[in-house]
């Protein structure tokens, strides 16, 4: 604590996420004075970034943008609470009440998207947050992020589950006219019961459903991710059905989807909130995520089932995805769960 005044004695700098994790180290969140509380009860700390442009591996893409680190959203799944630890934060409450702001994020990005050896490649933005979450329509740093990559003619893809995408839409398709563009909404499933179990601050699938409509009626490229399909909420037959029923339904241009996987920090906060809300299926979940992911067979079994419903509604395949073998029929799998 005795180092935390000095932190934020630094004029109009905003501390760096190092100092974050050194100051919430010493004395907590507490430590955080200037973190502003607004009106969904979660606090906001602005910091400045050195860099922008993320490089990532073992993902499709090499690139992401991420504005914010935290994400009020919540989902209990989420594997980018994991990232909070990286912050001396927990993964459970304060990834999803302490969000991280980076303050001067357009300007960095800007800079390095003009340099020399920047090449132009695919970045994915939204990966480790919401980068649509609410506070975006204060800070606006998304909008002005994606406005730098068009300038740059730089190729992009978005993972949301923030409707707000439909404030930017004329930014899309002016996106779309000098490079890829593609909208990822995520949806895993449109059960009212595992969205409202799994997700607390997301907005109303069919609300998500709509803006892909939107989006795709203004030009976008935009689709779905079922993303993740978590064993016992939302795999079965029926619901996954209804859901790619009301994917196709809405236009969506393409539609893929994953089994949940669990690791680090997400998976201590999701069994907890198993042990809370669900605890008969502890047992069964400790077995199926006796790994990282759940075993092969079963992940097979539901993405053949996505496939063969993404045919019986006519919406394509995701965009990108690796192949996936779709030799199980539907009517053949008999999920348990
Ligand atoms: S909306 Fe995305 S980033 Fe936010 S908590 Fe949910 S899964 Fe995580």
């Known amino acids: 604590m005795s180092s935390f005044p000095l932190l934020f004695d630094l004029g109009s700098t905003r501390p760096t996420t190092r100092d974050i994790a050194k100051a919430v180290k010493d004395g907590g969140t507490a430590a955080l004075t200037e ?7 979660a606090r906001y700390q602005e910091i400045t970034c050195r860099s922008a442009l993320n490089p990532v591996k073992g993902m499709p893409f090499d690139w992401t943008l991420n504005p914010y680190r935290g994400c009020t959203h ?32 357009v300007d960095v990005l800007t800079r390095e998207l003009a340099k020399p050896s920047w090449t132009g490649e695919y970045v994915a933005v939204g990966t480790a947050t919401d980068c649509y979450q609410p506070i975006e329509g204060h800070y606006k740093l998304t909008r002005r992020a994606i406005e ?10 978005i993972v949301t589950k ?37 997700e607390p601050g997301t907005a109303h699938p069919l609300q998500r459903l709509r803006a892909v409509r939107e989006l795709v009626d203004a030009g976008v490229n935009a689709g779905v991710l079922m993303n993740p399909i978590v064993p016992g909420f939302s795999s079965s037959r029926e619901k996954l059905e209804r859901t790619v029923k009301a994917i196709a339904g809405h236009g969506a241009r393409f539609v893929g989807c994953n089994v949940m996987f669990l690791e680090a920090g997400t998976r201590s906060h999701f069994m907890k909130f198993l042990e809370r809300e669900f605890p008969a299926w502890l047992p069964r979940y400790e077995k199926l995520y006796a790994k990282k992911y759940a075993p092969e067979d079963y992940r097979k079994q539901v993405q053949g ?5 993404q045919q019986r509604y006519g919406v394509s395949a995701r965009e990108r995805e690796p192949h996936v073998e779709a030799r199980v029929e539907a009517e053949q799998v008999g999920f348990a769960w």
């Open 148 to 157: 730098a990559l068009r300038r740059a003619r730089n190729p992009l893809g």
């Open 305 to 309: 089932m996505v496939r063969v419903l």
């Open 35 to 41: 973190a502003e509380r607004r009106a969904d009860q």
């Open 74 to 105: 919540g989902c209990h799944y989420c594997y980018a609470r994991r990232y909070h630890t990286q912050f001396e934060m927990n993964a459970d409450d304060e990834f999803a009440s302490m969000i991280l702001v980076k303050k001067n994020f």
């Open 162 to 198: 923030g409707p707000m995408i439909v404030r930017d839409r004329d930014l899309l398709v002016a996106c779309s006219r000098v490079a890829t563009c593609t909208v990822y909404m995520s949806v895993p499933t449109v059960d009212e019961d595992a969205w409202q179990r799994l």
